[in-house]
DNA sequence: CAGCATCCCCAGAGATACTG
DNA sequence: CAGTATCTCTGGGGATGCTG
């Protein structure tokens, strides 16, 4: 359940703090731009100015921010060489992967439901 | 591709228009608000109210803020019983329904990667 | 009870600039 | 090229109060 943080009885108290956390993660993940880098992603590997020309609209500051978060998360892996000019690759991990088949599926609904959408906001907008 | 607004070639003028129009969605739906209200509903039938008590730390404003959203792009039905007081209940439509199982996805993942992530974390945090 | 409007404020996002 | 820091400012979001 992440929808709700906290329980009420103190038996509980693990699964409240399992909760919180669970909370926790999913709203650092669950925002536009951390979904987009980890579809971005996808199976390869990319420099950061690759995905920052990848993900359209992206500044600067959003990308290194959500990359930092991803990385403290274990989904997403950095990889520095120490060549000039630096060269700084991201790649998802396995639980990266594995969150990215639900990002699939967010993107292909999308898709999907395109249609339904565009018409159901024509008849609400009037 | 949701992760593009915008493609280079006039020729492309139509696919253009829809991956904006797929990004414009993605945007709106990719919040934890949202996905948060989606899950919480699931298979229910919530009114106002309860959807508040549900999720933790939901404000009123974003509450109606997000439903009337979710109602535009046709994802959740809203009814409203004309007694005094006035009951409202939510429901997902049929593309809401198919979302939310991406959603169900998102809050499986985050219970089956807790500890990973946990891990991740501290080492991270050092 | 649910919705809308208003006010207000601070976090968040952009822009800019400097370093390794 | 990538990262960090600083500054600025806007608009997102909370709080409150009124209406149907």
Chains 1, 2 share one sequence.
Not at 7 to 31: C, H, Q, V, Y
Request: some cysteine; aromatic content about 6%.
């Amino acid at each position: 359940m992440v929808t709700k943080q906290f329980r009420g009885s103190p038996k509980e108290a693990d699964l409240t703090r399992a909760d919180s956390l669970a909370r926790e993660i999913f709203s650092d993940i669950a925002n536009k731009w951390a979904l987009l880098i980890i579809e971005a992603l996808g199976e390869r590997t990319l420099r950061f100015g690759e995905l920052r020309n990848e993900i359209e609209g992206i500044s600067h500051k959003m990308l290194t921010q959500n990359l930092r978060m991803l990385e403290r998360n274990g989904l997403v892996e950095r990889s520095v060489h120490p060549t000039v000019p630096p060269r700084v690759e991201y790649t998802l991990t396995e639980p990266g992967q594995a969150l990215r088949e639900t990002v699939n599926g967010m993107c292909g609904w999308t898709g999907q439901y395109l249609g339904h959408i565009e018409a159901s906001r024509r008849r609400f907008d009037a």
